[in-house]
């Protein structure tokens, strides 16, 4: 399937079964090495790299010496073993090396500003102007190609589950998925601007006011938002939408994707995904998005200190995390994760050593009560060479806290494995804004909870707080892989939520009033999801940094300096749009 009309085979696909083969390989030169008379050359191509022999006696077309890093080349030879000895278990094609009967010269290439496969951090924007050379390394190579896969198989799933896949417009009204839109001036309509889609979120739900039951898209949303190790300016999203259905079934659809991806990504089962309340992960893991191959939970000691005489427990919660065997962890370890604790908004870390005997090594102890130590010990069911982290101040501070530290304290997983699990029961609303009005969590269209209906309707201000939703999201290893919910269907209900959210009709008919008239003419009840794609990949691939499996990724500062954009228009184009720039200074 890899011939052509140029080459037999790939190079990085031969092995000790094409031995005796006759081939023609066509690739870039990734090393040389002159011995004297003969030449010993790595191709590469998009299969791997093979070693190829080139003999001065026997007639090829081209001077071998000549030969020099990443020149293209077209070679024919003989497969062979390689001699006794000089075998590479390293190399997939290691056991062999093909013997050079004719060279060609493809083209010739200036030496490589970077070194290719070879990664050094601070050359990233070098990397990223170049990233055509670094795309020919090993690890982008691997990753683009296991990107493919994942995509393949979450579309097949989606098409095997009778999804329809439809595309939706890039230039569009702004979305209120929260973040700030990039725009686009319009020339046919100066002083006007469509926006790029945040998440074709309005245009599914249209879709499903429109009969087409079940809608997918591998979607390009684009949020100008800051960028950080898991967030690019724009972004894959599988997104989806089903009528008829809750969030039950929505699960089981993108559950059965995403673990599909899995196994086409990795060749193992992936792991059947579990489910937490948001409440539940608060408490045990300290954030919504809790990486589950750790095994530490936050315990919650309030109880056992509600009378403590010691001032720094006496706070609104008192929790904290026991570390089997972490009693060994000398004065200098624990003095930064004082610091990291410090750092993280505590107001301190206290330690204890937990000693035969039920005795507490730490700073504290001798502030605590007999009864208040074994009460924590027990709490925490610690053994004796166990270590104990206890955090004491506002609720949410300490949650937070914890559960950064929970990951950082916990040994690393080796080998790293998948945790999935699904989220639910999400608040509605998180905060208030400056007006007192709640944000919405999610978006303004999620359903709320069937339980808290009453609450929505009557309470006020920060009691709102407590309305929990009928969204979930998607976490795998501490990263957020995606959120959906239930979808409000019912005008007044939804006129109720925007009334909350402090958006008045004619707000809301301004941003999304064409919605709000679909639902007019016969909404089917609803729910979708959508999945981060470059996040999902960037785990399977092993990778910390999305950049990592993406083509052309921007630099943390939203550049690319490969095509130097952003980049000026000129004063034609400027003027087209009817638009004049105000330069800041
Ligand atoms: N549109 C949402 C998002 O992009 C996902 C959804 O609710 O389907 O996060």
């Avoid at 062999?96 to 030496?111: C, D, F, G, K, S």
């Amino acid at each position: 399937m890899t011939a052509t009309s140029m080459r037999t085979d790939r190079a990085g696909d031969l092995r000790a079964g094409d031995v005796d083969r006759a081939v023609a390989l066509c690739g870039w030169v990734a090393g040389r090495r002159d011995h004297g008379g003969v030449v010993f050359l790595d191709l590469r191509d998009a299969g791997g790299v093979v070693q190829v022999v080139v003999d001065p006696d026997a007639a090829t077309g081209l001077d071998a010496h000549t030969i020099r890093a990443e020149y293209v080349l077209r070679v024919e030879g003989t497969v062979r073993h390689r001699p006794e000895g000089s075998t590479n278990p390293d190399l997939a094609t290691g056991a062999v090396e093909v013997a050079a009967r004719t060279v060609e010269l493809l083209n010739r290439a200036e030496p490589p500003p970077i070194p290719i496969g070879e990664r050094v951090e601070a050359d990233e924007v070098l990397r990223l102007r170049y990233r055509y050379l670094d795309l020919r390394s090993e690890r982008l190579q691997r990753n683009l190609r296991l990107r493919a896969r994942v995509n393949h198989a979450l579309r097949a799933s989606l098409d095997e589950q009778g999804f329809v896949e439809v595309e939706t417009p890039m230039l569009i009204a702004s979305t209120p998925e929260g973040a700030r839109d990039f725009v686009v001036p319009s020339r046919r309509h100066p002083g006007s601007f469509y926006a790029l889609p945040q998440s074709p979120q309005l245009l599914k739900q249209l879709l499903m006011v429109g009969g087409i039951d079940r809608y997918y898209q591998i979607a390009r949303c684009l949020r100008d938002e800051d960028l950080r190790a898991d967030r690019q300016f724009e972004f894959m999203q599988l997104d989806a939408e089903m009528s008829f259905a809750d969030g039950d079934d929505v699960m089981a659809v993108i559950g059965d994707a995403v673990r599909a991806a899995v196994v086409a990504a990795t060749g193992r089962e992936a792991p059947p995904i579990g489910r937490l309340t948001w409440q539940e992960a608060r408490d045990r893991f300290g954030t919504d998005k809790p990486d589950l191959r750790v095994l530490l939970e936050i315990v919650d000691v309030h109880e056992v200190l509600a009378a403590t005489a010691f001032r720094a427990f006496q706070a609104e919660a008192v929790r904290g995390l026991c570390v089997p065997g972490g009693a060994e962890l000398g004065r200098g370890r624990l003095d930064a994760l004082i610091e990291r604790a410090k750092g993280l908004g505590a107001a301190g870390l206290v330690w204890m050593r937990v000693r035969d005997g039920a005795e507490l090594d730490s700073p504290v102890a001798r502030h605590l009560t007999d009864d208040e130590r074994l009460g924590i010990i027990d709490a925490f069911g610690a053994q004796p060479g166990d270590l104990l982290l206890l955090v004491a101040g506002a609720l949410g501070t300490v949650a937070s806290v914890l559960g950064a530290l929970r990951v950082e304290v916990a040994h690393p997983v080796d080998p790293p494995d998948l945790a999935l699990a699904w989220l639910v029961d999400f608040p509605l609303f998180e905060g208030l804004d400056d007006d007192g009005h709640p944000i919405a969590a999610h978006h303004p269209f999620t359903a709320p909870h069937p339980a808290d209906r009453d609450l929505l309707e009557h309470a006020t201000g920060a009691d709102l707080l407590a309305v929990r939703s009928r969204s979930y999201d998607l976490v795998l290893n501490g990263w957020e892989m995606g959120s959906g919910s239930v979808r409000i269907h019912d005008p007044d209900l939804q006129a109720r939520v925007l009334a909350v959210l402090g958006i008045d009709e004619s707000r809301a008919r301004e941003r999304f009033g064409f919605l709000l008239d679909a639902f007019g003419y016969g909404a089917p009840p609803h729910a979708g999801f959508a999945v981060g794609i470059d996040r999902l990949v960037a785990i399977l691939a092993g990778e910390d940094n999305i950049r990592e499996v993406i083509a052309f990724p921007k630099t943390q500062s939203g550049t690319d300096p490969l095509t130097g954009a952003p980049s000026g228009i000129d004063a034609r184009q400027l003027r087209d749009l009817g638009l004049s720039v105000i330069r800041r200074t």
